[in-house]
């Protein structure tokens, strides 16, 4: 799609292919396709190898930079990128190749091979040329596991110091190194305190050492996590997690039992959930591996709505997607999509966080019966089947459409969703606090913590000028403060008067300017308008989502004395 469409627009172009998915019968679609890195394929083309498949040498040569020795051409293509008006992300490697193995993946066709390390002096001239020069918004680290050596801690010392000096790039991103807890904390503790990410970005992929095994990825500790994940956030590290909804050997409980586990390990702030793109050259895709999973696929296009603005936006969403194997059927697909959004919603975005939290540390309720019961709660009633109904309709479209060139989008209430489904969940819960909330009182009678957590919640009812106060018997605030995540937290006293706090919230407010938003939905009675107003501010970007945007933080207790 991608090169039908770059023809469209010019005809004259020459189209050459590479990387993960390519695969023989689409052969014919480009001019040329690269077997192998990139690099010398391309220079043999620009030197003139007419040929149709071409074999790049097995090893590129790093003693030449793209960078540094393109410096020319690299100003240029940023100038043009700025004359069209577009933000300038790069892409920045300091070595290449990866130890494991994992089944769905295809990093560069280098995985399970010896990483080959760049010169350090060599990635010290890049940073700094790349940070001074080409002053990019978007980083995105290429390192298939950056914190494997303790060259990477040199590494983001100096991307620190170069950022402190220059102040790009604006946004970082990078994928941790697995089995390596403790540099991989001191790497986030840099990045953090240097500014360099608002986040911590790390692959689970899946928590049951059975489904790990089975993808070929029995050799990364799922315990390790755990250490990463409550030192992190206790530093005030918003930590990010990225599942894969559909792996062989999974099943519905199984996907549920591994979201809740990693609310267990400490991971709370957003979980990424993507689907398994089944790509052609990874080992996923063998037949032996095939035939032994009995994987079903069905080509999908999807989207991340919110950045889709146009049809361009759809073409490299195009994916294999596996929708069942021997141990999950279609319907199971469905239904594990259908609890994930739940899950997202009620945990990631903290419309119910702190009180499962309480239960969790202070009544030892683990997360997935908390939820399980929740979760099964709303969907009997028709709050929770308003949402079935719709997403589970948009799903078994997507499984049931015969074009694979189709895309098929999400409706909600007969418009187009230009949000995530877990988006669309929040704001469905949020217009609906109220009953939520006495669905919850029917299993949790600590009213005092219920009534907190929903006075606490970011909805488009908020408006900074009027504030909002809350009035507890017991101290909530303090206790959510202070809390300790993965520990024993006794219950807070009984008040022999009432805790009362205020806010006038006019911000939410995230560590830097690209994550932070005005609260301006209340300027307007334009429905329509305030809607979009709360939508954007609330919900967020790519990163930084979820309870940090949705809760209330800048409470001030009123005194006693004003409180007879
Ligand atoms: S998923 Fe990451 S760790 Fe696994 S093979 Fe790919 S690059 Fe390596």
Redesign the pocket.
């Known amino acids: 799609m991608l090169a039908d469409r770059a023809r469209d627009i010019n005809p004259e172009v020459a189209v050459i292919a590479g990387g993960p998915h390519i695969s023989k019968p689409y052969y014919d679609r480009f001019d040329h396709v690269i077997i192998g890195e990139a690099e010398d394929g391309l220079n043999q083309i620009f030197k003139g190898n007419q040929e149709h498949v071409i074999h790049s040498k097995r090893k590129t040569d790093f003693d030449v930079s793209p960078y540094i020795d393109n410096k020319d051409f690299v100003i240029h293509q940023k100038k043009l990128a700025k004359d069209r008006g577009l933000e300038l992300g790069i892409i920045f490697e300091t070595n290449r190749g990866?130890?494991?193995?994992?089944a769905?993946?295809?990093?560069g066709s280098a995985?399970?091979s010896k990483v080959r390390q760049f010169d350090l002096q060599r990635t010290y001239d890049e940073i700094e040329f790349v940070c001074n020069e080409l002053k990019p918004n978007f980083w995105f680290h290429a390192d298939?596991?950056f914190g494997l050596t303790d060259k990477d801690i040199d590494v983001a010392n100096h991307l620190v110091k170069t950022k402190s000096q220059c102040g790009y790039p604006k946004t970082f991103y990078y994928?941790p190194s697995?089995n390596t807890v403790k540099r991989n904390i001191e790497l986030a503790k840099i990045l953090w305190d240097g500014k360099v990410i608002d986040t911590f970005n790390i692959?689970i992929?899946h928590a049951d050492k059975d489904v790990l095994m089975a993808n070929?990825?029995g050799n990364?500790t799922p315990a390790q996590f755990e250490r990463v994940g409550k030192e992190l956030i206790n530093y005030g590290i918003p930590a990010n997690t990225q599942m894969i909804l559909g792996m062989p050997g999974d099943t519905r409980d199984k996907w549920f039992d591994s979201l809740c586990q990693i609310f267990e390990w400490g991971f709370h702030s957003e979980t990424k959930v993507y689907w398994y793109n089944l790509l052609p050259n990874a080992p996923a895709a063998h037949p032996d591996y095939m035939d032994q999973w009995q994987i079903e696929t069905k080509p999908i296009i999807y989207n991340q709505s919110r950045l889709v603005t146009g049809q361009d936006d759809l073409i490299d969403k195009a994916a294999d997607v596996i929708v069942a194997c021997k141990t999950f059927d279609r319907e199971d697909w469905v239904e594990m999509n259908i609890e994930t959004r739940y899950l997202q919603a009620l945990h990631n975005f903290g419309i119910l966080r702190n009180v499962a939290s309480y239960y969790r540390f202070a009544e030892g309720i683990p997360f997935k019966d908390f939820y399980k019961d929740v979760i099964d709660t709303i969907r009997m009633h028709d709050l929770g089947q308003e949402f079935d109904r719709q997403y589970s309709a948009y799903l078994n479209k997507l499984l049931t459409t015969r074009s694979k060139n189709n895309y098929v989008p999400f409706y909600w209430n007969k418009q187009v969703a230009l949000l995530e489904p877990e988006d669309i969940l929040v704001l469905h819960l949020l217009e609906n606090k109220d009953e939520l909330f006495l669905y919850l009182a029917i299993l949790y009678d600590h009213d005092d913590l219920l009534r907190y957590q929903k006075d606490i919640l970011i909805d488009i009812n908020y408006n900074p000028d009027i504030g909002r106060k809350i009035s507890m018997r017991y101290d909530w605030i303090k206790y959510f403060n202070n809390m300790e995540f993965g520990e024993f937290n006794q219950s807070p006293p009984r008040l022999n008067k009432r805790a009362e706090y205020e806010t006038n919230q006019k911000d939410i407010i995230g560590p830097t300017d690209f994550t932070s938003s005005r609260i301006l939905w209340h300027k307007t009675n334009n429905t329509k308008r305030k809607g979009d107003l709360f939508k954007r501010a609330a919900l967020g970007q790519i990163d930084w989502r979820g309870e940090q945007r949705l809760v209330l933080k800048q409470w001030s207790k009123i005194p006693p004395a004003s409180n007879p």
């Open positions: 990866c130890p494991f193995a994992c769905y993946c295809d990093w995985t399970m298939a596991n994928s697995k692959g992929q070929k990825r990364i």
